[in-house]
């Protein structure tokens, strides 16, 4: 089990930029991926970036182009860096640990951190 600590969110104006943090309590080198979820209010919480120890990216359709999703291994963390904000990014961001066991995947996630795209 891993703890995760997020920061970096906040109020921003269309079009412009944020970049989340996500800090891990131990090292991150062998967790399978991390990666970037949000949820906005009355909606599900949704995939937004992950990236795999081996260095694999996958992102939702929704943010391609715009989010970029990159690890520290020596200071155990992950980014976010979100370009091009719209209102629709509004959300709270989870940042997630997923480590496959053989009893199957286990996750940690982190308490969330606010971003807010308005004007």
């Known amino acids: 089990q891993v703890q995760l600590v997020e920061s970096g969110g906040g109020l921003v104006q269309p079009g412009g930029s944020l970049r989340l943090s996500c800090v891990a309590s131990?090292?991150?080198?062998?967790?399978?991926?991390m990666g970037w979820y949000r949820q906005a209010p009355g909606k599900e919480r949704e995939l937004v970036a992950t990236?795999?120890?081996?260095?694999?990216?996958n992102y939702a359709d929704s943010v391609k182009g715009r989010f970029t999703i990159s690890r520290d291994n020596t200071i155990n963390t992950v980014y976010l860096q979100m370009n091009s904000l719209k209102p629709e990014d509004t959300a709270v961001y989870y940042c997630n640990a997923r480590q496959i066991y053989a009893a199957g995947p286990y996750d940690s996630w982190g308490q969330g951190t606010q971003v807010t795209v308005s004007s």
């Open positions: 131990r090292s991150i080198f062998s967790i399978n991926a």
């Open positions: 990236l795999t120890s081996g260095g694999f990216r």
